[in-house]
């Protein structure tokens, strides 16, 4: 059992930047696969960034190519999305979820297994 607690959304203006942080409970957090998802209002939840468990393997929507980064820190028992150049189209709930076993990153949803409760990023213009 993994249960993920997200952290650091909030509202920022266009251009600027966030760091979401996942914590993780459990002692095989470095066993899973770890992403970020994110939903906004009317629309589907979409992949935003994947990371296998060593952190060797990362993989990114287009949308975000460039501006968003995901990492981990097994020691913690975190992973992070560092999100940069911020744009109104990246307001959602942003969601942390887990997959085992964790070598591959995972883009559907539904091959993950455990969810956390979601924080909010608002961008303005």
């Known amino acids: 059992q993994v249960q993920l607690v997200e952290s650091g959304g909030g509202l920022v203006q266009a251009g600027g930047s966030l760091r979401l942080s996942c914590a993780a409970s459990?002692?095989?957090?470095?066993?899973?696969?770890m992403g970020w998802f994110r939903q906004a209002p009317g629309k589907e939840r979409e992949f935003v960034a994947g990371?296998?468990?060593?952190?060797?393997?990362?993989d990114y929507a287009d949308s975000v190519k460039g501006r968003f980064t995901i990492s981990r820190d097994n020691a913690k028992n975190t992973v992070y999305l560092q999100m940069n150049s911020l744009k109104p189209e990246d307001t959602a709930v942003y969601y942390c979820?887990?997959?085992?076993?964790?070598?591959?990153?995972?883009?559907?949803?539904?091959?993950?297994?455990?969810w956390g409760q979601g924080t909010q990023v608002t961008v303005s213009s």
């Open positions: 979820a887990a997959e085992w076993p964790g070598n591959q990153v995972r883009t559907v949803g539904d091959e993950y297994d455990y």
């Open positions: 459990g002692r095989t957090f470095s066993s899973y696969a």
């Open positions: 990371i296998s468990w060593s952190g060797r393997r990362t």
